[in-house]
Each structure stands twice: as C-alpha cells, then as structure tokens.
C-alpha cells in the first residue's frame, strides 16, 4: 500500500470529510494505492465551549488553529523524549488549569479528555498498516490535537514513514504550523488543495520541488531553510467524482457532500475560506455536478446531501440552471447549501422543487454600517428579502450571524434589529404539504467573531490586536520551563481583542438566542433529517437486540427439546 489519508475525530465533529473522498477519488484514477481511515473516537468529546459557544457568556479570545499550542508543544516534547506523558507531573498541570481557564471548564474535565485522546490514538494506532510509505492527515480546527499526536507516536514507531498534513487549518496558518516541522513530526505541509501536491508525493517526489507544499531542512551549518512554491490550481471538470469508499456515512447521519465550486468571489473581512484553495476561484459544469450527485446516490445512498462550498449562487444564471438540471432528475434526497442574500421568491420556489431544503445565509448582520464594514456588499434589505424568500418558498433558513465584529454602538443596533427582525417573522405562518398552517422555517445562528489565519481581518489587525500566550498559572518551581515555552510561542498569535468587551458580546448572542427560541419557529431541513435519522437508528437497534434476544431464548428452547427427547 503506497499512501494513507487519514481523520481522526471525535463523534461530535459532524464535519463529513469531503476533501478525503475528493483526493481518493483523484489518486485512483491515476492508479495510486490508497486507503482511507476515518476513525470517529466515543471516548471522549470536544469542549462544550467549541462545539457550542452560546452556552458561555465570554466567548474564548483564542486565534483560530493555534488554540492548543502551549500544551500541545510540551506534549510532543515529552512524547519525542520519553515515549509517554503523565498529566499530573511537572509543568502539566500548570498547562491544563491555564487552558481549562480559557476554556471556562473544570481543569479535571480537560485532564482527562487530552488522557482519553492519548489513550485513544495509541490504540488505532495497531490499525494504522505501518507499511504505508505516506499518511496524510486531514486537519481542521477541531482535530489538531489528535492529528499531532497521531503523527508524533507514528513517527516513533515508523522513523522512515513519509508524513504529510493539510486541510483547512494548514492553508491558514501555515507559517506558525512551521512549529511541528522544526520538530521533525510531519515532512510537507499542502498549502491549497492537494491533488496534485499529493498525487507527486504519492510518486516518490522530492517535497522541496513540489508546488503546493512546503518542507524544511537542515543546510550544512544547521540552518533551518525551508521551501515552498504556489500549488498548481486544476480545471474543476477535470477532476473525478467524490469517492467515500471508506468513509461510512452512517456516522454522519448519513449525510455526504459534494461541490460546484472552490474558492469564494467575496472577500469578507473574517473569513479566510476564499484563500482555501487559490486565488482563482473555479466552478465545475452543471452536467458534472449531477453526475456527481448520481454517481453518490447510487454508490453510498445518502438520504442528504451538503453542497461543500462557501456560497452556490455567485453567479445566478448557473443556479437556476443547476436547479433545472436537478428537477429534471428528480432526485430522492435533499440538499443544503450556503447562500448569498441575493434570491429573488422565483428561485427560491425553484430551488425548493430542485430539492434544497436548507439555505444557509451569510446575514452575519442587520445593520448597514456593520455590513459594510465586513466587506460583505450586501444590505440590510437585501437579506431581509432573501430570508422571506427563501421561507415563503417552504425553504428552512439557517441565517448566521457575526458578533463582535464592530464598535458598541453598532452591536447594539445590530442586535435591536435582529430582534424585531425575528419578531416581524414570527408573525407570518406558511401552509406545509398537509395543508396546515404552521410557523416559518427560520433559525438564527449567532457567533461571536474570530480572529482566522489568512483573513483580511487577522491581516489588518495581527500586529495589534494579538498577543502570544502567556501563562495564567504558574507553580513554584516551574518559572523557567513557562519561560522557556513562552518563549518559543512568541511569534505566534494566540490570543485576539474584540472591538467590545466578551461579556458584552455573550449578552448579545443570547439575547438573539431568546428571541429566536421565543419566536416559536418550525425546524426543518437538515436538523429534523438529524433527528428523523436517530430516531431511525434507536428503533432499528431497539429491533435487532429484541430479535437477538428471541433468538437465544429460541437456540435454549431447542436445546432443552434435544435434551428431553434424548
């Protein structure tokens, strides 16, 4: 076997691992030998504060992608030199209350989660088929912690292993992730997408040549050079269907994914999804996109499909096409996707014939001065408008929402908007296909801003908006060793300041939070797909441990009978 992509995860990181099935996709068809494991951890789960920030009134102020750094770095230490990590000695308990701090949990609680993740990769580590001559590690920013120390432990059973990470939080932060190949546990970052990055590596490539990654070496007087040139963006046609061989859908609430196009015409000032995959932003053809769509139902049998893009309507005469193409097929699942606020009441009723039963929009504010300080070139009124659209056509709404991003003054403004905008909605009731009148499809998604690698945001502000991490707790005896780390992380963001205070900002989102649950909303799309999908699923086990339990009553029943007729 030539090449490993791997995932590790816990349960709760619903992310569906598109980028896997479109790379394995791309190196079969160019006859590479690849294998793709996707290890989904029960053992333990992420923090409450990440996977749902509306339950803390203080937002963290971490920058996106380096919040595990300071205990990260000392793990891998430890690790490289000792072979294990006990984190009740030394400098780690230091590290874990000044974490569990930031992320306003018990330190116990953080404690045994980073016990549960080490345990956890030590044993999937007997399934990773040593004999693999690359791995690849999908990364984003809920799995750095698992794919470090993945790396680390494969890298001390397997020295000649090839290892290389990507994904999203590499594109981003590249320059600070330089950090882990210093160490010596990862050999190439992929900056960008990595088909072809891949696809050379898979061929035994020299990494220094190899557009799209970067690596590091040592020159004759021990100075650290490291090398890298732009990847090579690819025509989107050209590219196979999505492959998720490997990739069981049914941890996914069987939901799969497929694209139309990557990157992103708009330049939002806090996001830095349109730097993913290049400057140049492509789309694949309608007729390849239903193929794919095809080819997915055909082979894995989703019962809903996730368009993985930052927006699909950038260009409306390409949707409404799109949407043609899929009522002609008729497809038998449903599909969500994101959404500019530009869709007039005849695609939204299009769309929803074509199958979109979620339209996830980038409202991220009802205030115009705010919009136009997020670089969004979008209005007040035109997100209105596309709400009720979208709603009025029997679409579920998801309309996320930025917190934080401006002064006080427009946050509140904002936030007043936003809840009479709500209570204006929740007035209007629509007639579903019973023919009974029930409230409108809308929910409201607030979250607080972040500092992301990469955005236009982190560009401007960076130097003075930022801060190294610094330790809140320090033990009597472990001064030099804080020092020392603290010291090594200097370069690197960790920590950001919102134009407001964190208390304000958590006032607002649950104020959002209360008007929207009072408002009395109907749920639909992907979130009652979720839930009808779990209620399956217990009835379906509840079914085979009953028919279990018949069957072993039924197997003694039968061994009583020989034994009386004997």
Known sequence: ?????????????????????????????????????????????????ASDPLIQLKPPKFVMNHQDFPLLVMIIDTLLFRGNVNFVEGIFPDLIEDYANRLCEPSGTTRERFESILHYIRNILLEINTDFTTVGFSIDYLNVVESVICSTLLRLANPTIKIIWGGPTITQSYESYKLWLKRGIVDGLIIGEGETPLLEIAKNGDLSKIPGVMTMKNDEKDNEIFFYSPGIQ?????????????????TYYQIASVYRSRGCTNRCKFCAEWKLFGKRFRVRSVEKVVEDIKTIIRDHHPGYIIFGESLINDELEYFENLC?????????????????????????????????????IGVEALNDTDLKEMNKGTTINQNITTITNFATAGVNVIAMLVVGFSKIDEEEKNCSNIEGTIDYFSKFKITNNEGNEQPLLIQWR???????????????????????????????????????????????PYEFDRPIPDEKIGGFMKRIQKADREAGFA????????????????????SRRKEERIGVIAQRFEAKKDIKYC
């Open 446 to 492: 607030p979250a607080p801003m972040f500092l992301v690698p990469g955005s236009l945001n982190y560009s401007e502000n960076k130097e003075t908006t930022t801060r190294p991490w610094s330790s809140t707790v320090i033990s009597e005896g472990n001064e030099l060793f804080i020092q020392g780390l603290e010291l090594e992380l200097s370069d690197i």
């Open 324 to 360: 043609d193409a899929m009522v002609e097929e008729n497809f038998s699942v449903q599909f969500g996707t994101h959404f500019r606020a530009n869709i007039t009441l005849e695609l939204a009723k299009k769309a929803k014939k074509a199958g979109f039963n979620d339209a996830w």
């Open 1 to 49: 076997m030539t090449i490993a992509l791997i995932k590790i995860s816990c349960v709760n990181d619903r992310l569906v691992p598109l980028g896997l099935a479109c790379l394995q996709a791309y190196l079969k068809e160019h006859s590479i030998d690849v294998k793709v494991l996707n290890f989904r951890a029960t053992e333990y789960s992420l923090p409450k504060i």
């Open 523 to 542: 749920i639909g799309g992907i979130a009652q797909h979720v839930i009808s999908y779990m209620v399956e699923d217990r009835r379906n086990k509840r």
């Open 234 to 250: 690819l025509e989107l046609d050209s590219l196979p269907t999505p492959d998720y061989a490997d990739l069981p859908l049914d």
